[in-house]
């Protein structure tokens, strides 16, 4: 099974921008996603990608975020702008639809 760690969390200010990566331990084919999940609230899907490069976002992030990948790195990123405080949560990496393993997640705060 790949293992999946991800990076590039912290604090920002509102308005602020993060990129979030994501390392696999190997070769990932499937499709990858992004999900967050925010204190007392469930776990949501963020945004996909599929391996040839096709992507698909959650209408509160379409237009802010970018979700990419490098096959030849096997590395997901996830290009966050105009950040609000809303967009406050750990995010993880996962496939789509997701392993049952879970990453340990970047916790991203957005404040003044």
């Known amino acids: 099974q790949v293992q999946l760690v991800e990076s590039g969390g912290g604090l920002v200010q509102p308005g602020g921008s993060l990129r979030l990566s994501c390392a696999a331990s190997?070769?990932?084919?499937?499709?990858m996603a992004w999900y967050r999940q925010a204190p007392g609230k469930q776990r949501e899907l963020v945004a996909f990608?599929?391996?040839?490069?096709?992507?698909n976002y959650a209408d509160s992030v379409k237009g802010r975020f970018t979700i990419s990948r490098d096959n030849g790195k096997n590395t997901v990123y996830l290009q966050m702008n105009s950040l609000k405080p809303e967009d406050t949560a750990v995010y993880y990496c996962?496939?789509?639809?997701?392993?049952?393993?879970w990453g340990q997640g970047t916790q991203v705060t957005v404040s003044s």
């Open positions: 990608i599929f391996r040839g490069g096709i992507t």
């Open positions: 190997g070769t990932i084919f499937s499709t």
């Open positions: 996962n496939h789509l639809p997701p392993q049952n393993s």
